[in-house]
């Protein structure tokens, strides 16, 4: 029998092409939708070679045939999206109107052929909380309008807003991923990203920048693992109409991994604390903790992400 698509936008970009290439292995046929913006072809080399991929090198809004697509395919896996603090702070008008346009042209779309569609979302939605692990049912404690870098969180929690909208209204059978910081190959620093912007600083022996103080932490999620987790998603008809987080529980305070970083590569660079105001301006604010219950993620799907920090800098040929 021949089986239906499965349409990825952003399909080129850091988690869309390592999602792509795993729905390949397995025997999907998929169609990304990117517009290379932050995304490459070259993230895609491995997929391009496979006769069940097509590529539509555009916008999700300018995609001509995205109706077809979405009516088409089993499944739109969502990701497209302008991502990153240091991009979202430098474009915040881009930043807003490409979260929330692509998502709702994405979710008429899927609303005309009831097709399902998984929603990318992100941690960035639960702001400033100081709880020490966050769930998905949890008040979201986002910052002022007048600070820039909180628009990214709101503009991706409208489009999940919107998603349940119309789930509830509409019919779409929909599932939101939070995705927690996620890394492994293919990931640029070119936008903010942490462990890239270290490796390449510690590579090319300079300092290493840490923002702030370096004692607030995160949890790195390999790529393999928030992938494995999507995947298990897609296919579990008890994830419509949820919202999962994604990523991994075990936290590393930045400084840390900064240092972690340097001795790995056997680098002479040294760490610099650099304070926010710096980087970002005025009154900008970060979160001192963000750590995933993954107990959602892991009734219904039975899989928690567990690939280690070394495991992830060993992948990065850094360790
Ligand atoms: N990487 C993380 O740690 C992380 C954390 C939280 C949430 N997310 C979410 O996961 C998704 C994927 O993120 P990523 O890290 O792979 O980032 P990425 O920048 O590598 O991927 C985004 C892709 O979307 C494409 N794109 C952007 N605007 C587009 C548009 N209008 N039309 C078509 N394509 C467009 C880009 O070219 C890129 O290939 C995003 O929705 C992001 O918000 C990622």
Partial sequence: MHSKPIVVTGGAGFIGSHLTDRLLEAGDEVVVVDDLSTGSRANLAMAERNPRFQFRACKVSECGDLEALVAGASMVVHLAAVVGV??????????????????????????????????????????????????????????????????????????????MAYHRER???????????????????????????????ARAGLPVRVYGDGLQSRCFCHVADSVEAVIRLMRTPEALGKVVNVGNDQPVQIRELAEKVIQALGSRSQVELVPYETVFGPGFEDMRHRKPSLKVLESLTGFRPGRTLDAILRDLSVA
């Fill in 86 to 163: 240091e991009q979202v702070m430098r474009s915040p008008v881009s930043t807003i109107e490409t979260n929330l346009r692509e998502t709702e042209v994405v979710l008429a779309a899927a609303s005309r052929s009831g097709t399902p569609v998984l929603l990318a979302s992100t941690s960035e939605v639960y702001g400033k909380s100081s709880r020490p692990e966050f769930s998905e049912t949890d008040d979201l404690l986002i910052g002022p309008s007048t600070l820039g870098r909180w628009s990214y969180a709101c503009s991706k929690l409208m489009d999940e807003f919107l998603a």
């Fill in 171 to 201: 019919g779409v059978p929909v599932r939101i991923v939070r995705f927690f910081n996620t890394v492994g190959p293919r990931q640029t620093g070119a936008y903010g990203m942490v462990i890239p912007r270290f490796v390449a600083a």
